[in-house]
């Protein structure tokens, strides 16, 4: 006899209850990508944009992630991959991945907690995060909650009173590494922020009050006290609209004067490692080591600020191979596989920074979501190094991967700077002597 249509819909609930219900978008997302679609799809465009955004036209942005898409993997087979080491030492650090959570402002305009939740993240996978300057809650209050190793970004402002105080509030809280960001002189022009009228703290403009309606959970979370600000600048920044926070910045923050000298200066006012963040030549890399920095981010700020600039992954062979065996390296910028770690690991980068990534992971569910997206990348850098047949890090080289030959400089005319921007003339890195 036929099954009747009640048992077999009695068999099918047996199925799904056996193979478990998968509703939640963001344990059932495969990849970053999956997770940054929940964002877009959670936040009004204003939002979404501040954390998928870049630049002006967006071709660096682009390039990032293109381009790390040009590097291809060369696996070694029949290797013994029954172990498998992803931790590292940096600079004194033992670390249990070979990546950071690098630093993101303006969390809160994301709505729910903001920074706090990616904090708690962080903590419960014990990897260093990175606090903003450009944080919206202080670095005291991302303290109170971080149960793991915290680094500082530090912006050199233009008033050293205000770069002093930040300094000594971040070894205040147990910051461990300060990373100083120097490739914003100037902000960027973010077309897309332009167009949707975003400001801080966000206002609800006839342009926007339709997202903010469909959005009512966004918006009631982004009205909660405290405004949002910067709060790292509370005292210094006067008031809480958008019009004083901006004319406050341009006024007395911005520092067009920035030169190399001030930040050797603050390498003096700093006991633990010091990384520049924002090399993309190897002129500029060779300067931070002689200014005694342990460290650099090879990064373009994630293509948000100087349109046309080269992507990240271009620009790593050549630095590493200027300094890579002076100073820690550093990769930022277009991450968003586990294999993209991988990849630039093995290009010769010693660790890498992860930004917009946990960002989507932030906005579309909070703690939970940063802490799927670390996940998401474990298990992808681990498939990848078993897949290579790397065992461990250190194991990771130029002869797993082939890249554009034109990365290292040949077919493209440029002129050199005049005094071949070298600290000492040295060239070739431990990547060029393996």
Known sequence: MADSPLSSALEFAKMLAAGGFRLDPIDSAPSIEDIRQVARRRLPRMAFDIVDGASNHELTREANVADLREVTFRPRWLTD????????????????????????????MIGGVGELGAVRAAGRANIPFTISTAS????????DVATGPLWYQLYMYKSDRIVQNLIDRARSIGAIALVITVDVPLNGKRYRDHRNGMSIPPRITPQNAVEAVRHLNWTRSVMRPPAIGFRNLQGEVQGNNAVSHQEFVKKYLANLTLTWEEVRQVRTRWDGPVYIKGILTPEDAQRAAAMGADGIYVSNHGGRQLDSSPSSISALPRIVDAVGDRMTVVFDSGVRTG????????VGADLVSIGRAWGY?????????????????????????????ATSIAALDRSFVEYPEAWHGEGRHREPEPDGGAADGRVGGKQAAR
């Open 361 to 389: 992971g932030n906005a579309a569910a909070g703690e939970k979501g940063v802490l799927r997206v670390l996940d998401i990348l474990d298990e992808e850098l681990e498939l990848a190094m078993g897949q290579l047949g």
């Open 81 to 108: 991959i029954s172990t498998i080491d992803t931790a590292v030492e940096v600079d004194g650090m033992r670390l249990d991945r070979p990546y950071v959570m690098g630093p993101l402002g303006l969390q809160r």
């Open 136 to 143: 919206n809650w202080s670095m005291e209050e991302l303290a």
């Open 339 to 346: 294999d993209d770690i991988a990849k630039a690991l093995a």
